[in-house]
């Protein structure tokens, strides 16, 4: 059974930093990931981390500011959020499994394996 559970979500002041982790047990594969979701919108993909080489890719809303990492030793995916907005604010998920027969890496339900979220909250 693959379980993901994230911490390091809290308060911070825009312009601030926060380092969220996501603990991965009993997943072998590739690709991993972090989303997001704001109160009454929808949600989407935050960056997205290949275990094998450290390739990344980013939503052009936190390109240059947020940084996917992994330490493959830990089962461990961690998301570096600097400089962060008010816009920033929601819960963001961990996950895990990218199946691109379902569409691209920023959908959702391309993804098989979710955490159960921790909240991260950007004060102006």
């Known amino acids: 059974e693959v379980q993901l559970m994230e911490s390091g979500g809290g308060s911070v002041q825009a312009g601030g930093s926060l380092r969220l982790s996501c603990v991965a047990s009993g997943y072998t594969g590739n690709s991993m990931g972090w989303f997001r979701q704001a109160a009454g919108k929808e949600r989407e993909g935050v960056a997205l981390?290949?275990?094998?080489?450290?390739?990344?890719l980013y939503h052009p809303a936190v390109e240059g500011r947020f940084t996917i990492s992994q330490d493959n030793a830990k089962h461990t995916i961690y998301l570096q959020m600097n400089k962060v907005k008010p816009e920033d604010t929601g819960t963001y998920f961990c996950?895990?499994?990218?199946?691109?027969?379902?569409?691209?890496w920023g959908l959702g339900g391309s993804w098989i394996y979710w955490g159960q979220g921790t909240q991260v909250t950007v004060s102006s």
């Open positions: 981390v290949y275990m094998g080489d450290g390739s990344a």
């Open positions: 996950v895990a499994d990218l199946d691109t027969t379902r569409g691209g």
